[in-house]
């Protein structure tokens, strides 16, 4: 009786410490990576490649998901499809919207704007500033 | 054994068939639950999504000015894979306990009420880890929307409390800079994500007690593996905020 449910499945603990073991190198991997200074496009890609993999390895093993009922498998990868509906789908509209930000000079008119306070000398700028440039340098010591 | 039917009659409720019917009940409940906070989780990070669309330059000059510690990040990430272990061996110790209680079930039980407080002390290094960030944060005055007042990259608020850009330092507005926008997402991602640790640390203790009042065992476990379900989620969550928040350029 007690081997007809899924429940009673108990992974072998050597299976807890790979994927543990798996988790920590790729956190090592991650960060390691995030140091080599690529492109921007590439580090998010690299970067999300390597938590997904990480989530993989929990919702599969950690969470059971393995050993799940179908029900319940399909209940999570149906939240995933709709979470990349609207993660495209409002990626498409920001895309397209930005667009017309630009034709409509909604940036021109924040850049007026600043400009008209430059003009006016209310810009104040505080002690303690750092550029940019040189913020780059020193977090590179 | 009619002691071991009185016992089957405690653990499942009168509106189940059976104990089977009741710990898939539970368990397709929580799954529910936690596929609602994916779907929860998934604004934020859309948010994130969004304004790293509309302000690139701005996201990469946080990490360029290393606003957030990595090394504090990178130990929580640790501390958070490390108790989502500890939760995963308790919920197999529970598994484990049999039906008859004997020694074998007094020392699973005590094992996995031992795992259930490691995973609670983890959970609260990563709070106290977060709460020397934030105050960090705080003290320096990398804060969200209008409270930011940080004075190495300072933003020019028009006299409406519109938030032009950054002030360069020439003078000038950079429009295209937006620095407490990207605190904003920070501390309500990462704010949020620090609730669920407060909740999990609760819920965690909560079963270490019912454990030490000698419940659970291997067929009555789902409330440990719902939690344990939990733990893992929180565990997800920050396994995806760690690079967006502290590494990504």
Known sequence: MGHSHSEHHVTPLSTYFTVFGSLIVLTFVTVG?????????????????????KATLVATWFMHL????????????????????????????????????????TFEFRQDRADANVAAGNVVVPEGIVAIEDAASASGH | MSSENANQKHYHAFFFHTMEQQNSSHKLGMWAFLVQELLFFSGLFMAYIAMRYFYPETFSEVQTRNLLSIPMGF???????TSSL??????????????????????????????LVVTAALACVFLVIKYFEY?????????????????EWP??????????????????????????????????ATGTHGLHVVIGVGVILWLALRAKRGEFNGEHYAAVENVGLYWHLVDLIWIFLFPLMYLVK
């Open chain 1, 33 to 53: 990576v995030s140091e080599l200074g690529l492109p921007s496009t590439l580090s998010i890609i690299v970067a999300m490649a390597v938590a997904l993999v």
């Open chain 1, 66 to 105: 393995i050993h799940d009922t179908k029900l319940n498998i399909s209940l999570f990868l149906a939240s995933l499809w709709f979470m990349s509906i609207f993660f495209i789908f409002t990626t498409f509209d920001m895309a397209s919207r930005s667009n017309v930000m630009k034709m409509s000079g």
């Open chain 2, 75 to 81: 130990t929580n990430t640790i501390v958070l894979l």
């Open chain 2, 86 to 115: 500890t939760m995963a061996l308790a919920v197999r110790e529970a598994q484990l306990i049999p039906l008859q209680e004997n020694e074998e079930a007094k020392l699973h039980r005590k094992r996995m009420i031992q795992l």
């Open chain 2, 135 to 151: 105050s960090h944060k705080i003290h320096v005055g990398t804060l969200p929307g209008k409270f930011y007042h940080f004075a």
């Open chain 2, 155 to 188: 933003i020019f608020t028009d006299s409406d409390g519109t938030v032009l850009g950054a002030i360069r330092p020439d003078g000038s507005i950079d429009v295209t800079s937006a620095p407490h926008i990207f605190f904003s997402l920070y501390f309500v």
